[in-house]
């Protein structure tokens, strides 16, 4: 019987992991396209996941430069410049 509700959660488990990994995925393919306004919440829910990635605060501050969120795009660039992603760059110096 444990046996049986450690499988089940297992696959539970890897399930979720797969869909959030399409997930990020989606955001990345809206990202690249420029479609920033739809790829912002999948970004911003993926930071409440992994806040220390630098490559997904970098992409979170730019969607939110994007669209029209100045202030808020800043904090994200220049955590993802300081781990020397350099996209961030770019958007710092239009701050």
């Excluded at 499988?7 to 989606?26: A, S």
Aim: charged share 20%; with cysteine; net charge negative.
């Amino acid at each position: 019987m444990k046996l049986r509700h450690i499988v089940t959660l297992f696959v539970c488990v890897l399930g979720c992991c797969i869909l959030r990994g399409q997930t990020l995925e989606e955001a990345k393919k809206l990202y690249l396209e420029e479609r920033f306004a739809e790829a912002l919440p999948i970004f911003q829910t993926e930071y409440l996941i992994n806040p220390t990635d630098a490559s997904l605060n970098q992409w979170l501050g730019v969607c939110l430069y994007e669209t029209g969120n100045e202030s808020a795009a800043e904090k994200h660039l220049v955590y993802a410049s300081q781990k020397k992603i350099p996209e961030a760059y770019l958007y710092l110096g239009e701050l």
